[in-house]
């Protein structure tokens, strides 16, 4: 069987001749169009599910046969997904989809010109359940917890795939695949699969590698045939949205080794090269994410992104999300603020404030020390944003936990962090870092600025890579099966890299030697 | 990929070797299984649908991962049907189907044993609709006319099997496997597929060749995900029935050629051997049937299927099924009742009665000749049962067809009729027919006695065949790929084929040399 090249798409369309009725030739309607695409393809087998059968009689004799025919490759075989008018319009379209627990991203793609049509993005609905997982999957065991799960999240995801439809003038219909990437349990309640072994020992998924399902068999509102392309995860904390990530930053492409980090409420590392992928996951501390610190949030408008304190004056530059009066700081803004704080003499070492650097900044509430990073006029709620001793020291232990992670995985494969040529940062996290900072305050290896490649949403990414090309999407299961996974012991060796690590940068100061000259 | 023996079932159990889940295992649960079934088959791929995700984590914990699985293979993979807890009875089953205009019958196997378990028939609800095909065709085309002829059949199937089930005390889960042989049109209306084209120039169905389906998407209440395998047709009029008569009959396994006939409203009629198939229909008449005459039905208690007259006396000796006071006649009594009455010199050549041979067995009625067979003291309605004039026309146009079809087909593939070593009768006409008789009336070539042989309900047993066999099952596509079909041109050498078979045996009596010798 010949089998077209993996380079192409493994969704696509064609023109069948199809031969008109006789009584010469009294083959079947179903029969006689498959014929047509195999000779069309050169391939001996399409496969037709049952609903199509019904269908295809009328739509052929509709047209005098004159049709396009939408057809997915899997398993060296390809499957027809419907019959189209052959007209001016013969555009099909496909959805990448990033599952995100917070938020969900569609990409509408042209599947002829493989261009970007359209994107949107919505709260996942599920937060009015839980915002996080764990909540979830509480829910999850109630009566009907499970399906109401499922439910609210392609209800939505219709709703917002019919708004994207009608905004480009395309019918639902000509929406024939799809590809979602998600971490495991998103992945579970996206198909309605039990999520209840997840986050119990030895911590179980339904299923690792799922096959393609029908869009229909999901209640998707795209065409019923369409096939929906589900990432495989490596167990209940390594998802799918990993394994996009992996295929998006190229690593597996390379022969040098990188480094690829995904920050949320766990710190998963990724290092490897085409050859080998080696996996941990550990918690890194949603401290990262802003989640924890008092005046912590999710990047926005009016969240604070950068910090620059001048090392003389101790006056803070602050910048804004769209430049609007200051609401809280996310992650990479807190990571700049405490560099800054560091690198001006105001918190020592150990991430203690210095009194009498930080001055009138420096308040007492209820005996914990505050510094005022915005004055009450600069804030968009009339009070002042402040950054307690608490804040500091959660971001700390993340920090660290995030530093030691990186050297437990470096060290066990033997390869020294500074031969690392790479070293990926995915999501909107990695969106905003700035890498100095993180370097500064022993976040992340002391590595030339230019290894550090900000990679964006690379859920979406890789789903959208996957969506398009019958390469990609075999190459998700190979990288899934490629991975070793490393259990994070946290035995004494673990504490004594953590321990070191609750420096800035470092109890080791020569590990970092750019930010030994920017603090001299 | 290391493919099971042909020779193997297609549908079977096994008792994988489940690891238990660890944290040193936290494979998925889903994964797991079928990484236990590949391992235990040797095989490398192992595909799941949809439904069964969800449910088996639940019936894996549900039973400490004891299970058997049950799978099917197709296309040279396999594919999981169920999972049943490992248990004392293990046994799993499936379903031989005829569907027959008239008569649908089913037949349970257990597929462990490959032993019949028990057998039912029942008429074919759709008769309520209409007795033949094409009433049942023309009432598809109203609203919802489809819809209610599919629904009468899957209906009935459904509660005939759940007795079944019941009086065999096994659960209808346990039935993981439907094979069903039907006409073209019964196969349309078992699938709900729009039969309109079928009868209409250049009659063509929606499929000629099913792939399996799921008895889900079909409604009908076995295991959900049970595959149905629905016998392919080589057209309109030469369907699935007669596929799975050439498949039960052995003529494709042989070197020697075989005719087969089937003989229904319309006259089929395969030969062929090992190499190659030739195949033709043709109205041959419902009166072989017993269907036109007056006097005639389908068999049954009470139905005339042996008739002896004393050439001397011209005392009849009639014999009737179950030994019932006489109601009527059918095909193979009519056909041994005319040979006998020709035998007895009561008919002449032309099939005319002879009056003074015939005495005061013969009546006028409104101009008629009847010839009383049964006197009403011998008939179950106290009536004489009578074979007129017409009803002998009608049979003569019959056999004279039905030989002219096996003559023009054998002049086609240039075989003379005296060098088939087979001609097998499928069918209730096979199971009841005297050859003799049949030869004497000039039906069927007079060929040895010994070549001809009665097989009973063909589809029924090609349906069982295909069931348990995968090399079976793959059968059925070759025969119909390897299919020649010879329409039947009606022009001056088939009516001179046509008038010359109008006579008893036929007009060049060397043909018969055996009834030459009977009747002298």
Redesign the interface.
């Known amino acids: 069987m010949k089998i077209p090249s993996k380079d192409k798409p493994w969704i696509r369309t064609i023109t069948p001749e199809i031969t008109l009725?006789?009584?010469k030739?009294?083959?079947?309607?179903?029969?006689?169009l498959i014929k047509a695409v195999k000779k069309g393809l050169q391939i001996e087998?399409v496969?037709?599910d049952?609903p199509l059968?019904?269908s295809?009689?009328?739509v052929l004799r509709k047209y005098d046969y004159h049709v396009h025919a939408a057809l997915f490759e899997n398993?060296n075989?390809l499957h027809l997904i419907d019959v189209f008018p052959s007209g001016n319009n013969n555009s099909t379209y496909g959805l990448a989809v990033d599952l995100g627990t917070s938020t969900v991203v569609l990409r509408l793609m042209d599947l002829s010109t493989q261009e970007t049509t359209d994107e949107t993005s919505f709260h996942n609905p599920q937060i009015e359940i839980g915002e996080d997982i764990l909540t979830r999957i509480h829910f999850a065991i109630r009566e009907g917890g499970l399906l109401r799960l499922q439910d609210l999240l392609i209800q939505r995801l219709n709703k917002e795939i019919d708004k994207l439809a009608k905004r480009n003038g395309i019918g639902v219909n000509s929406i024939i695949g799809l590809s979602a990437a998600g971490n495991t349990t998103m992945t579970h309640l996206f198909?309605?699969?039990?999520p209840y072994?997840i986050c119990r020992?030895?911590?179980?998924?339904?299923?690792?590698?799922?096959?393609l399902?029908?869009s229909a068999?999901l209640g998707l509102a795209i065409n019923p045939q369409a096939p929906v392309l589900v990432f495989p995860?490596v167990?209940?904390y390594f998802g799918g949205d990993l394994i996009a990530g992996i295929l998006a930053s190229g690593m597996t492409k390379q022969n040098e080794v990188s480094f690829l980090v995904d920050v949320g409420t766990n710190a998963e590392v990724v290092i490897g090269n085409r050859d080998w992928l080696m996996a941990c996951a550990g918690a890194a501390g949603p401290a990262l994410e802003g989640g924890v610190v008092g005046m912590g949030m999710m990047a926005g408008p009016g969240v604070i992104d950068k910090v620059v304190i001048d090392p003389e004056t101790h006056d803070f530059e602050i910048r804004t999300i769209g430049d609007h009066p200051a609401v809280g700081i996310c992650g990479s803004g807190l990571i700049d603020l405490v560099g800054q704080l560091f690198l001006a003499g105001m918190i020592d070492q150990r991430g203690k404030y210095f009194k009498k650097r930080c001055r009138d900044r420096l308040i007492n509430i209820d005996g914990v020390n505050h510094l005022i990073v915005v004055l009450a006029e600069g804030s968009a709620a009339g009070q002042p944003l402040t950054l307690s001793q608490p804040d500091i020291d959660a971001l700390m232990r993340s920090k660290a936990a995030m530093y030691t992670i990186l050297t437990t995985i470096s060290n066990t494969v033997n390869i020294p962090m500074k031969d690392i040529t790479r070293f990926y940062v995915a999501g909107t996290f990695g969106l905003y870092i700035d890498p100095e900072s993180a370097i500064t305050i022993g976040m992340i290896p002391d590595l030339p600025l230019e290894t550090y490649v900000s990679l964006g949403n690379t859920s979406l990414e890789g789903a959208n890579m996957a969506l398009l090309s019958a390469r990609a999407k075999d190459d998700i299961f190979r990288i899934r099966d490629q991975i070793t996974y490393l259990?994070l012991n946290v035995n004494q060796e673990f504490m004594n890299l953590f321990s070191a690590a609750k420096f800035i940068p470092h109890t080791d100061g020569s590990l970092f030697p750019s930010v030994k000259v920017r603090s001299s």
Chains 1, 2 share one sequence.
């Open positions: 009725p006789s009584l030739d009294n083959t079947a309607d179903v029969d006689r087998e496969s037709i049952f059968i019904k295809i009689p009328g398993k075989s198909l309605g699969l039990d072994w020992e030895p911590y179980i998924p339904v299923i690792n590698k799922p096959e399902f029908k068999e995860n167990g209940s259990e």
